[in-house]
């Protein structure tokens, strides 16, 4: 097989990982193991086959360390999403590293007011009260209780980075 055909087989294994990563995350609020394995294999492999500059991995991994650091202390993120975070800074270039994580959570951030918004919209009984038994459902109150699935968010970056 040539580099071509072999880094088109990455990326589909990449997509596939950053799918059920994000399905994951934002069902359950964890990141498999075996899927930051397999995302930094994919890494490895483009190492191995494109050799990017080590200045643009060191930058990936301050990025990430800066990311990640306030994230935990905060209990914003879990160590699912620092992982994920450590696995994608060999894997992308700094471009999409940075418009992944900003696209993603604007994005995420996004989904979340729409759907409040029209779950208002169609259930004003059970939205308008301040209980937490009313807001339970709501998406903005999960994120702000349960942290940001930051797994979701990448992901959903990188498939608007693709676009």
């Known amino acids: 097989m040539d580099v ?3 880094m088109d087989l990455a990326l589909l294994v990449v ?4 799918a059920i990563i994000a399905w994951q995350d934002w069902t359950q609020r964890r990141i498999a193991n075996w899927a ?14 494109t050799s990017p500059s080590v200045s643009e991995l060191m ?5 990430a360390l800066l990311i990640s650091v306030p994230g935990l202390m ?18 992308w270039t700094t471009d999409t590293y940075f418009q992944a994580f900003s696209f993603g959570l ?8 729409v759907a409040d ?20 459902d709501e998406s ?13 968010a990448l992901s959903l970056g990188w498939i608007t980075t693709l676009l």
Do not use: H
């Open 106 to 113: 604007v994005i995420l951030i996004t989904i979340c007011l």
């Open 74 to 91: 905060k209990a914003a993120l879990g160590a699912g999403d620092v992982k994920l975070l450590f696995a994608l800074a060999p894997l």
């Open 140 to 152: 903005m109150y999960q994120l702000r209780e349960r942290g940001i699935p930051l797994g979701t």
């Open 117 to 136: 918004l029209f779950r208002s919209r169609i259930r004003p009984a059970m939205c308008t009260g301040n209980t937490t038994a009313g807001r339970r």
């Open 15 to 18: 997509a596939a990982c950053m």
């Open 4 to 6: 071509i055909a072999v």
């Open 36 to 49: 930051v394995l397999v995302l930094f294999g994919c890494a490895a492999l483009r190492w191995n086959l």
């Open 59 to 63: 930058f990936n991994v301050i990025i």
